[in-house]
Every structure is written in C-alpha cells, then in structure tokens.
C-alpha cells in the first residue's frame, strides 16, 4: 500500500490520533519535495507562528456576555454583547479569534470541554475597552468570553479532511503532484 493509502486508512479510523499521521504526511512531503505541504504539516503539528498566513478554518467566533451595575443598585447579569458592539469598540480580532495552536492542543481542548459546551477565554480587557459603551449609565463589572466547542471540533475535521482526500482532490489543496 503507499503512503498515500495508508494516510488516508488511518485517517479513516474512528477516533484516529492526528499526530502519528501528520508524521507520516510529512514523510510523505519529503519524498515528493512538496515545500507547501511540509510547512502545512509543520504548521498544524507545531502550531502557526504569528507571521504565517492562517487558514480560513482556523478562525474561530468568540461570543460575549457582561456583567454591569448601573444606579441605585441596578444591574445587568449575563447580558450578551453583540459582536458587532465588540468589534466596533474593540477591533475584529476579538470576534474571530486566531487559533495558532497545533493540533494536538486542539484535541486537548476538545478532550476537556463538556460536549455541545463553549471554552471560556479571558476576556478582562474588553472592560475597559467597553467601558460606558454598551449601556451609558452603567459600569461594565466583568467580561466573559465563549468559544463554541463545535469550532474546535470544526478545525480538527478540517485537518483530517485535508489529507483523506483523493490525490485529485489534494493536488488543488496543496499545489503539487500526489503519487
């Protein structure tokens, strides 16, 4: 069997580990001298560096909710921030967030979140930013920030579909010839 089918076997098995078989794709990458591939497999096996390019399905929505007090003892619990508020005062990159990480920490990440549940992520300086912003009267207390865990689940899905797919498929997604 050649590499290639063996790639695509173990791809194939339910619950199939992504570390073994991004190894074997970046043997894979230094037999056919396929630079695009083996910096992809890289990438995915190590993490993204700040300066390389994302792909489009490594870019996750991120949701709101705050906490705020206001007069006389008023507040507002658990009130959900459009994301068009946090992107206006804030900037995009606090409503699609970057996931950098390889893919053996988005496995850890979906391994310990609840199953239909979100990640939380540290929203503490969307306080300031938000500040006065979303309701006038009130004072912004504390900021939550959720990643749905079907984005994760998302990314992993979209590296193991990159390279189960047919030789015709993956020459257009890497750019080279497959054997």
């Keep these: 069997m050649s590499l290639l089918h063996e790639i695509q076997a173990a ?14 794709l970046r043997l894979l ?11 992809w497999v890289r990438h995915e096996s190590e993490g993204y560096p700040r300066d390389a390019e994302l792909p489009d399905y490594r870019f996750i929505p991120v949701s709101y909710t705050a906490n705020f007090s206001g007069p006389f003892g008023s507040g507002i619990k658990n009130a959900p921030i459009s994301p068009y508020l946090v992107k206006k005062f804030a900037g995009e990159h606090w409503v699609r967030h970057e996931m950098r990480e390889s893919i053996a920490a988005v496995d850890d990440l979906l391994a310990t ?15 300031l930013l938000l500040q006065g912003k979303v309701y006038p009267d009130y004072a912004c207390n504390s900021v939550t920030g959720s990643i749905p ?14 390279f189960s797919n047919s030789p015709l498929n993956s020459k257009s997604l890497f750019r080279m010839p497959l054997l």
């Design 149 to 162: 865990r079907s984005s994760l689940a998302s990314i992993r899905h979209a590296v193991a579909a990159a």
């Design 11 to 24: 791809v194939l098995q339910e619950g199939s580990d992504l570390g073994p078989i991004l190894l074997r």
């Design 29 to 39: 990458a230094a037999r056919i001298g396929s630079q695009p591939l083996a910096e």
């Design 113 to 127: 979140a609840e199953d239909g549940g979100h990640l939380g992520i540290n929203a503490a300086d969307l306080i």
